[in-house]
T-cell receptor, first 116, second 115 residues
Framework: DTEVTQTPKHLVMGMTNKKSLKCEQH?????MYWYKQKAKKPPELMFV???????INESVPSRFSPECPNSSLLNLHLHALQPEDSALYLC???????????????FGPGTRLTVL | AQSVTQLDSQVPVFEEAPVELRCNYS??????LFWYVQYPNQGLQLLLK??????LVKGINGFEAEFNKSQTSFHLRKPSVHISDTAEYFC?????????????FGAGTRLAVHP
């Protein structure tokens, strides 16, 4: 199984709502990533989890709250978002490496988020 | 610091014609290079990658790319495109950030294949 799944596919929420995005993989990967992609732009890294611990936060506003409850699951909790947060949110996973070894990231299909 | 420049934001081409999407990179460390494709309303799919070894890399869907260290380029080519190749293509390089590897993407090239 080389698939990363994301739910929901689409999400529309108001600025006062609280919602969550979910990402799952069963490849045994211990690194998981959240990216944000605006229309006609490349993906931008938001967070990296390694062994269920937050390793990188790319200065993301606190209205985005990631969570990694186990090695297969990654959530992104959303609260008090702004219309400019509307984007495609991509999840990815990879093996972990050291000593300069790079491990390929596998991407999910994304969640299309619209904030009204 | 690592960076990627995709020289063309859009490339229109007729079906069955050859195409080249250009990518230049800068990197002060070992170079790992990738091409990803993104079809409309979908996630990223890896087309091909260069980690080491042969400079000519073959990928899926008939695409190939050549790593040229002296020109710091990693151009993507296909000898004959199909309508279904219409998509956004991203070149990416691995960079180090805070001790972790991260993908650094180019701005993307929109390939539009016309009948």
């Amino acid at each position: 199984d080389t698939e990363v799944t994301q739910t929901p596919k689409h999400l529309v929420m108001g600025m006062t709502n609280k919602k969550s995005l979910k990402c799952e993989q069963h490849m045994g990967h211990r690194a998981m990533y959240w990216y944000k992609q605006k229309a006609k732009k490349p993906p931008e890294l938001m967070f990296v989890y390694s062994y269920e611990k937050l390793s990188i936060n790319e200065s993301v506003p606190s209205r985005f709250s990631p969570e990694c409850p186990n090695s297969s699951l990654l959530n992104l909790h959303l609260h008090a978002l702004q219309p400019e947060d509307s984007a495609l949110y991509l999840c990815a996973s990879s093996r972990t490496g050291s000593g300069g070894v790079y491990n390929e990231q596998f991407f999910g299909p994304g969640t299309r988020l619209t904030v009204l | 610091a690592q960076s990627v420049t995709q020289l063309d934001s859009q490339v229109p081409v007729f079906e069955e014609a050859p195409v080249e999407l250009r990518c230049n990179y800068s990197s002060s460390v070992s170079v790992y290079l990738f091409w990803y494709v993104q079809y409309p309303n979908q996630g990223l799919q890896l087309l091909l990658k260069y980690l080491s070894g042969s400079t000519l890399v073959k990928g899926i869907n008939g695409f190939e790319a050549e790593f040229n260290k002296s020109q710091t380029s990693f151009h993507l080519r296909k000898p004959s495109v199909h309508i279904s190749d219409t998509a956004e293509y991203f070149c990416a390089v691995v960079g180090l950030s805070g001790g972790y590897n991260k993908l650094i993407f180019g701005a993307g090239t929109r390939l539009a294949v016309h009948p």
